[in-house]
């Protein structure tokens, strides 16, 4: 089946203590991406990626990194994390039309919460 | 610049009764462009997409969507809806340079 793979679905950590949320897709998509969804604001790009070993800044990247090893898999750390990094996280990928994005799969989320 | 603009941010409507979820876009140069659903507790679904050709295009669960570039814009339409239609509702838009912008959603809420 055809998917993107988050883990955890759900963590409660303490501010400060690195942690790394997993994303690995079985399409052999180009792109993939991270967004975080929180109420009034939307879906909102952390990070992409269109390749191995390529990353770039979406609109939110402050406090976050990336890493895209290899192509099915695309983790987020937050190295220090922070109280307003609490927020509902999606990995996404997809195909490329040219540097158009094709249609995303999505994964099921993690939604973290830091206190 | 790209943006999505959805002008509705909840919809109530009753079982069975037809149904429009408004989209306006804007960018300088061809697009592709999208609608998703976000049922609760659960990522978001492609529902359909338009990227060429035939402008009324047709996706999952009886859901189509018309691409008008005259008034930029793709609106969401099922002519009979269901209380499992109940979700929230994301267009939007990819141009290019890999960029990719999502709307602020509309919340369908379909009532019996």
């Known amino acids: 089946e055809a998917q993107v793979t988050q883990n955890p679905r759900y963590l409660i950590t303490v501010t400060g203590k690195k942690l790394t949320v997993t994303c690995s897709q079985n399409?052999?998509?180009?792109?993939m991406s991270w967004y975080r969804q929180d109420p009034g604001l939307g879906l909102r790009q952390i990070y992409y990626?269109?390749?191995?070993?390529?990353?770039d800044k979406g609109d939110v990247p402050e406090g976050y990194k990336v890493s895209r090893k290899e192509k099915r898999n695309f983790p987020l750390i937050l190295e220090s994390p922070s109280p307003n990094q609490t927020s509902l996280y999606f990995c996404?990928?997809?195909?490329?039309?040219?540097?158009?994005?094709?249609?995303?799969?999505f994964g099921s989320g993690t939604r973290l919460t830091v206190v | 610049a790209q943006s999505v603009t959805q002008l509705d941010s909840q919809v109530p409507v009753f079982e069975e009764a037809p149904v429009e979820l408004r989209c306006n876009y804007s960018s300088s140069v061809s697009v592709y462009l999208f609608w998703y659903v976000q049922y609760p507790n659960q990522g978001l679904q492609l529902l359909l997409k338009?990227?060429?050709?035939?402008?009324l295009v047709k996706g999952i669960n009886g859901f189509e969507a018309e691409f008008n570039k005259s008034q930029t814009s793709f609106h969401l339409r099922k002519p009979s809806v269901h209380i499992s239609d109940t979700a929230e509702y994301f267009c939007a838009v990819s141009s290019g340079t890999y960029k990719y912008i999502f709307g602020t959603g509309t919340r369908l809420k379909v009532l019996a």
């Open positions: 996404a990928s997809s195909l490329l039309a040219g540097q158009a994005i094709y249609g995303y799969t």
């Open positions: 399409m052999n998509h180009e792109y």
């Open positions: 338009y990227l060429s050709g035939s402008t």
């Open positions: 990626s269109m390749n191995v070993e390529v990353t």
